[in-house]
């Protein structure tokens, strides 16, 4: 009898929590397999939507191919649409890498700058193509006759380029007439040069032409 009578309290103790706790507890249930669906859900279709972009950015890289000397209409198009069917994606800001090289190509400097300036606001600061779009905005600028903001951006910028940013300040400094500076700067270049690595041979026609046009100033002023 008492066996009994425990587990017909056991019982009602069961109903009484059920009934002060059960609803709450298959809302949690049904939330965590909501989620967990949910989740599985999104995962797949970030994956559709990834391979959605590679396939065009494939695409795009073999109509630019096809068409390179042209203009390039097809590329061009299919970038523009990874610009705007993928904006978050990697894809997109390679797509928008390559729509400025080609209104540089073009002639049209503003138009490069504005899809460089689209790649920077769209990309990781420490990822590697923001440093890269970076590095072409400051070239870019300094086209435009805007050396001062160029240099801005190359020097106050932490990249791992450290050698192709100082090439560009050189160069940028040596077409202010600042030819001191810009030899500065293509040391710096070269001593930012892996160990072992070698110099380039225009980097390295560079520092040989400015050291010697210093030396000539330096003897002629002596």
């Known amino acids: 009898m008492e066996s009994y009578r425990s587990e ?11 009934k002060e706790n059960g609803r709450s507890t298959m809302i949690g249930v049904v939330l965590a397999l909501g989620l967990g669906f949910g989740w599985q859900a999104w995962q797949k279709n970030q994956d559709v939507a990834a391979q ?4 065009l950015y494939q695409q795009m890289l073999q109509a630019l191919s096809a068409e390179e000397g042209q203009t390039s209409t097809i590329g061009r198009q299919i970038a523009t649409e990874l610009k705007d069917s993928h904006r978050g994606s990697v ?3 390679f797509a928008a890498l390559h729509l400025a090289r080609l209104a540089v190509n073009d002639g049209e400097p503003a138009l490069a700058e504005q899809e460089l300036r689209w790649v920077l606001a769209m990309a990781d600061a420490q990822d590697d193509v923001h440093q890269v779009a970076q590095l072409r ?12 903001e160029a240099l801005t951006i190359l020097q106050g910028a932490n990249t791992d380029f450290v050698a192709s940013y ?8 040596l077409s202010q007439g600042r030819e001191a500076d810009a030899l500065a700067a293509y040391e710096s270049a070269a001593a930012a040069l ?10 390295q026609d560079k ?5 010697a046009r210093l030396q000539a100033t330096v003897a002629e002023a002596g």
């Open 8 to 18: 017909e309290e056991q019982v009602e103790a069961l109903k009484r929590w059920w």
């Open 52 to 55: 959605n972009a590679s396939n």
């Open 91 to 93: 894809y997109a800001q």
């Open 137 to 148: 905005l400051a070239r870019v600028l300094a086209s435009q006759d805007k050396q001062d």
């Open 166 to 173: 100082a090439l560009a300040r050189g160069d940028i400094l």
């Open 194 to 203: 892996e160990d072992g690595a070698p110099i380039p041979q225009t980097l």
């Open 207 to 211: 520092l040989e032409y400015l050291g």
